[in-house]
C-alpha cells in the first residue's frame, strides 16, 4: 500500500501505562496510524483497548515509551493541547453534555476557535444531516445513535487530522450500528484519519483499512481488516467468543 511509505500522523511506541501505582495495563503498545488510514482496534473486555486511547490523549498516565504525533513527541501532553494539536476524542461514555442543546454541544467543541463555528457546522451537518433538524433540541433528548452524532461531530468542530473513538457503536441497535460504521467510513473519505475501538469485531474489520488485536495490554496481531477476518487463530480467539458475546 502507498501509504506504507508516507509518514506516521499518529504512533504508539512501548507504551506503558496504568491507574494503580505499580499495576501496568498497557504492557508496551506499538501502533501507527497512516494520514487518512481507518484503523481499528479489537480486543477481548479489560485488554487495555479504552486505556490505550486514553494513553494517546493524555487521560492516563504513560509511564514509558511515547506517543509521536507528526514526528513530534506529545507524551503526557494535555488533552486541550492535543485538540489543538488536530487530536480529536470521543470517549465510550458520557460524551455528550445532557443539558445542552445540539448546537451548544457543538459550539463546546469549537470553544477554542469560535470563529470556525460557521463552517464547521456546514460540514458536520452535511455528514449528519439530523443534527441540523435537532439543533435546538437538548442532546439529553436525543436517543442514543443521535448522541453519538453529537459526539463524534463535537470532535470534529476542530478539524482533527485524527480522530480517536472509544465504542462508538456500543449500545445501539444493528442498524444504528450499520449506520455509525458508514458514518465512520464519511467521515474518514473527508481525509480525517480515524483510530477505533470496537467491541462489535467482525463489522470492525470490515470497514477498517488495518487494524490491531489488543490482548493484556499487548497488541497481539495486526493486518489488513481482511487479513484479520480469514487468519485462523484471530477467528478462533477473538472473534469466535465476541461474536458470540455480542450476537454479531
Ligand atoms: P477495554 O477497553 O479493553 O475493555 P480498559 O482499558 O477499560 O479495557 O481496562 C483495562 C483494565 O484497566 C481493566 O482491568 C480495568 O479494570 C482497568 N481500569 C480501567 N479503568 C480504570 C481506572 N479508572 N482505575 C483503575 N483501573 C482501571
Ligand atoms: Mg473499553
Do not use: W
Not at 488485536?213 to 485462523?232: C, H, I, K, M, W
Amino acid at each position: 500500500m502507498s501509504t506504507s511509505s508516507t509518514e506516521p500522523l499518529l504512533e504508539a511506541r512501548d507504551l506503558v501505562a496504568g491507574y494503580l501505582p505499580g499495576v501496568n495495563i498497557l504492557n508496551g503498545c506499538n501502533l501507527v496510524v497512516h494520514p487518512g488510514e481507518l484503523v481499528g482496534i479489537i480486543g477481548p473486555n479489560g485488554a487495555g483497548k479504552s486505556t490505550l486511547l486514553k494513553a494517546l490523549f493524555g487521560l492516563v498516565h504513560v509511564r514509558s515509551g511515547s506517543v509521536v504525533l507528526q514526528g513530534e513527541d506529545i507524551t503526557n501532553e494535555r488533552a486541550d493541547t492535543l485538540v489543538r494539536r488536530g487530536v480529536g476524542f470521543v470517549p465510550q461514555n458520557n460524551n455528550v453534555f445532557p443539558s445542552l442543546t445540539v448546537k451548544e454541544n457543538l459550539e463546546m467543541g469549537c470553544f477554542l476557535k469560535p470563529s470556525l463555528f460557521e463552517s464547521r457546522f456546514e460540514y458536520v451537518s452535511e455528514l449528519f444531516p439530523r443534527l441540523r433538524e435537532r439543533a435546538g433540541q437538548r442532546a439529553g433528548a436525543l436517543s442514543g445513535g443521535e448522541r453519538q452524532m453529537v459526539a463524534m461531530g463535537r470532535a470534529l468542530m476542530l478539524e482533527p487530522s485524527v480522530l480517536l473513538l472509544d465504542e462508538p457503536s456500543a449500545g445501539l441497535s444493528p442498524s444504528l450500528q450499520d449506520e455509525v460504521f458508514l458514518q465512520c467510513k464519511r467521515i474518514n473519505a473527508t481525509g480525517v484519519a480515524i483510530l477505533m475501538v470496537e467491541q462489535n469485531a467482525r463489522r470492525c474489520l470490515q470497514v477498517v483499512h488495518r487494524a490491531y488485536v489488543l490482548d493484556q495490554g499487548r497488541n497481539a496481531y495486526t493486518g489488513s481488516g481482511r487479513e484479520l477476518l480469514r487468519d485462523p487463530v484471530v477467528i478462533e480467539l477473538y472473534l469466535g467468543t465476541l461474536a458470540k458475546a455480542t450476537g454479531g
